[in-house]
C-alpha cells in the first residue's frame, strides 16, 4: 500500500516558490526521483509555460504545486496601516511607496484550471484542503494528489478526503509551514517525532520533510516509515536552483546558524534566515494576513534582491541548509540515496553487533 508507482528513488524534490526552475525539477525528475514544479505565485499563462518548459527538459513525471485554502479577509484600514509600515524600507532601498497598497493579483480555480488542462503525473498543495471538486477532478483526470500535513489530525484528514499520500512537514522544514487545522504552535513538532505519529495514524503513503539534509536523515525517515524523503533547503544552492546571487551568499555563510518562523514577509508562517526586517517587524501590530502581507512585501523583496541587500529579503531556508551543497542536483538525489544506504549499514551494524553480545 506505501508505494508511489512513479518514484524510482524515495526522493522528492520539494516545491520551493523563488527557488525551485524548470530545470531543477526535470534534473531531480531525470535523476529517478520526483521534482515539483511551484506555481503558488504563478498566473494560468505562466503555469502552462513553466509546465512546458519542463517537459521540454523531461518526459518522467514530476509534480505541480499550488496554494490551497481559503484567503483570510482583511479590511481596506488594515491593509493600509500594513502597506503604510512598509515605507521607511522602501525608503531605505531607494523604491516608491505605491499610492495604493499593492493587491493579490490571483485566483486559485483559475491556477487550478491550467494545472488540471496541463494534467501533470502529480498535484501537490500545502495550507489546507482543496474543495471536493478539485480532489474529484485530479482523481478523473488521472492526477495523483499530495496534501500537507503538520500533525497526524492534519494527515488524517487529508486521508478522509481521499488524497493519495501526505507530505508531513515537521519543524525544522524551510518555507511556509502548511497548518491548517491548529495554530501553529499546536503543529510545529519535530520531523523525527511527526512521521512515526503520522504513519500510524494513516495508511496512504507518508512523505517526510523537514529538516533533511543528506543521506543519514533520508535513512532515519525510511526507518520511521516513511515512503520517501522530501527535500527542499539540500536543494538550495544545487546548480539547477534559481536562488539569486544574494540569497545563495547568506545560505553558504554562518548566517544559516540562526532560522527563525516568521510572519512578517507573507502573514503566514515560514522558517527563514533571520536579518534585520524579521527582527524590526517581528511582532509589529501592522502585519496583513496572508497572502495579503505577500502582496505587500514583494516590490521590497524584489528590491532586496535587485539591490543585493539581505537585510530585507526573505531567504526561506530549513535548519539543516548548512548540509546544502553546490552540485549538480542528479549528484544531490545520488548522494542522498547512497549515504542513506551507508547509514542504514551503519545502523544495522550496530544493532547486529548489539543482538550478538546480548
Ligand atoms: C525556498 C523554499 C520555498 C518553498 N516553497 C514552497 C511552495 O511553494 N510550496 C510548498 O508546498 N512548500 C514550499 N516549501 C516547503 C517545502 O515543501 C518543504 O516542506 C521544506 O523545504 C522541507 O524542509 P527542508 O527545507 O528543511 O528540506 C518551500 C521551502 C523552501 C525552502
Redo the contacts with the bound molecule.
Keep these: 500500500m506505501r508505494t508511489m508507482p512513479f518514484l524510482d528513488l524515495p526522493i522528492v524534490a ?7 526552475t524548470p530545470r531543477l525539477v526535470a534534473a531531480v525528475s531525470n535523476a529517478g526521483g520526483l521534482g ?1 514544479l ?1 506555481v ?2 504563478e498566473t494560468p499563462a505562466a503555469i502552462h509555460a513553466l509546465i512546458a518548459q519542463v517537459r521540454g527538459l523531461t518526459a518522467r513525471p514530476f509534480a505541480v ?3 490551497v485554502g481559503t484567503s483570510v479577509a482583511v479590511t481596506a484600514a488594515e491593509l493600509e496601516r500594513a502597506h503604510e509600515r512598509l515605507r521607511p524600507y522602501r525608503a531605505a532601498l531607494g523604491i516608491p511607496h505605491p499610492a495604493q497598497p499593492p493587491a493579490n493579483a490571483l485566483n486559485f480555480d483559475e491556477q487550478f484550471a491550467a494545472v488540471l488542462q496541463a494534467r501533470p503525473a502529480v498535484f ?4 489546507g484542503i482543496p474543495e471536493p471538486w478539485v480532489l474529484d477532478a485530479c482523481r478523473s483526470a488521472g492526477i495523483f494528489t499530495i496534501g ?1 500535513a503538520k500533525t497526524a489530525d492534519e494527515a488524517v484528514a487529508l486521508e478522509r478526503v481521499g488524497v493519495d499520500a501526505v ?1 508531513v ?2 519543524y ?7 497548518s491548517f487545522l491548529a495554530p501553529i504552535e499546536d503543529s510545529s513538532i519535530g520531523t523525527l517525532a511527526l512521521v512515526p505519529l503520522a504513519v500510524d495514524a494513516v495508511s496512504i503513503p507518508v512523505l517526510a ?5 543528506d543521506g543519514r536523515a533520508v535513512a532515519a525517515v525510511l526507518a520511521l516509515g516513511a515512503t520517501a524523503a ?7 544552492l544545487c546548480e539547477e536552483s534559481g ?1 539569486s546571487p544574494v540569497y545563495r551568499r547568506v545560505l553558504a555563510s554562518d548566517a544559516v546558524k540562526r532560522t527563525t518562523l516568521t510572519r512578517v514577509f507573507s502573514g503566514r508562517h ?3 534566515v533571520r536579518n534585520r526586517f524579521i527582527d524590526e517587524m517581528s511582532g509589529a501590530a501592522e502585519i496583513a494576513p496572508y497572502p495579503h502581507q505577500h502582496w505587500l512585501t514583494r516590490d521590497v523583496r524584489s528590491a532586496a534582491t535587485a539591490q543585493g541587500r539581505p537585510e530585507y529579503l526573505s ?7 548548512a548540509l546544502a551543497k553546490p552540485l549538480p542536483a542528479a549528484a544531490i538525489v545520488a548522494a542522498l540515496v547512497a549515504d542513506a544506504r551507508a547509514a542504514a549499514a551503519a545502523a544495522s551494524g550496530i544493532l547486529v553487533r548489539a543482538g550478538q553480545r546480548a
Excluded at 520539494?14 to 525551485?20: D, L, S
Excluded at 525544522?172 to 502548511?178: D, I, Q, R, V
Excluded at 520533510?209 to 539534509?213: D, L, P, S
Excluded at 531567504?315 to 541548509?321: K, L, S, T
Design positions: 520539494a516545491p520551493m516558490a523563488g527557488a525551485t515539483s511551484p503558488g505565485y504545486n499550488l496554494f501537490s498543495f500545502t495550507f500537507t507530505c512537514q515537521g525544522e522544514a524551510g518555507g511556509h509551514h502548511g520533510a523537514g529538516g533533511i539534509g522530501q527535500v527542499g533547503s539540500a536543494l538550495l536562488a515560514a522558517r527563514g531567504m526561506w531556508a530549513g535548519q539543516a541548509v
